[in-house]
């Protein structure tokens, strides 16, 4: 059974760092892209940052220049990297794993159980 369990969110000021970790579990063959996703209260799950197994990444305008995506393929993880932290970054954040194969044959895409970034002013 595939689990996605993220870890690093928590409480920081306005301008400070934060780094989440995700790492995927289980009989996993390969995953296409990983993603970091939002939910801030009141509104709709929103893309963050994904990356494919290959290395490229893609960005929401918002955090481009800010965040930094990467991913370990050995380990089946990916992180985040937040740097200049602001108050609009509040939300619970994601990890996503896109087509992932497991060893019986079965695809599916997977999410994390979400972690709170919060963001003071």
């Known amino acids: 059974q595939v689990q996605l369990v993220e870890s690093g969110g928590g409480l920081v000021q306005a301008g400070g760092s934060l780094r989440l970790s995700c790492a995927a579990s289980?009989?996993?063959?390969?995953?296409?892209?990983m993603g970091w996703y939002r939910r801030a209260p009141g509104k709709e799950r929103e893309l963050v940052a994904t990356?494919?197994?290959?290395?490229?990444?893609n960005y929401a305008d918002s955090v481009k220049g800010r965040f930094t995506i990467s991913r370990d393929n050995a380990k089946s993880a990916v992180y985040l990297q937040m740097n200049s932290l602001k108050p609009e970054d509040t939300a619970v954040y994601y990890c996503?794993?896109?087509?992932?194969?497991?060893?019986?044959?079965?695809?599916?895409?997977?999410w994390g159980q979400g972690t709170q970034v919060t963001v003071s002013s």
């Open positions: 289980g009989s996993i063959f390969s995953i296409n892209a």
């Open positions: 990356i494919s197994s290959g290395g490229r990444t």
């Open positions: 996503n794993a896109d087509s992932l194969i497991d060893y019986n044959g079965g695809l599916g895409d997977y």
